[in-house]
């Protein structure tokens, strides 16, 4: 049974920094292509961030570029998330995603952990 457990989230000010944890099992977490997403009241689910297999590639979208890294320890199936300089617009639960980009295109979430920007 594939799982996706994450940890890390929190209440931080603005300006605060918060690093998000991802434990895989059950998958042959490698040949997954592991992302952020996240989700806020009232709004779509959004991409954050996501890294390619081998972690050496990694693509952000723009309003977190430069403030957020992806990061993964295939070794120990993680990926993280460090999340600095956090914007109150920040606040909103974070979802692991693997994802199989060949066949069985396999896609997998976390439940989910919240994070939250205010003073």
């Known amino acids: 049974q594939v799982q996706l457990v994450e940890s890390g989230g929190g209440l931080v000010q603005p300006g605060g920094s918060l690093r998000l944890s991802c434990a895989a099992s059950?998958?042959?977490?490698?040949?997954?292509?592991m992302g952020w997403y996240r989700q806020a009241p009232g709004k779509q689910r959004e991409l954050v961030a996501s890294?390619?297999?081998?972690?050496?590639?990694?693509n952000y979208v723009d309003f977190v570029k430069g403030r957020f890294t992806i990061s993964r320890d295939n070794a120990n199936n993680t990926v993280y998330l460090q999340m600095n300089s956090l914007k109150p617009e920040d606040t909103a639960l974070y979802y692991c995603?693997?994802?199989?980009?060949?066949?069985?295109?396999?896609?997998?979430w976390g439940r989910g952990t919240q994070v939250t920007v205010s003073s």
């Open positions: 995603n693997a994802q199989l980009l060949i066949s069985p295109f396999t896609d997998y």
């Open positions: 890294v390619f297999r081998t972690g050496s590639s990694a």
């Open positions: 059950g998958l042959r977490f490698s040949l997954y292509v």
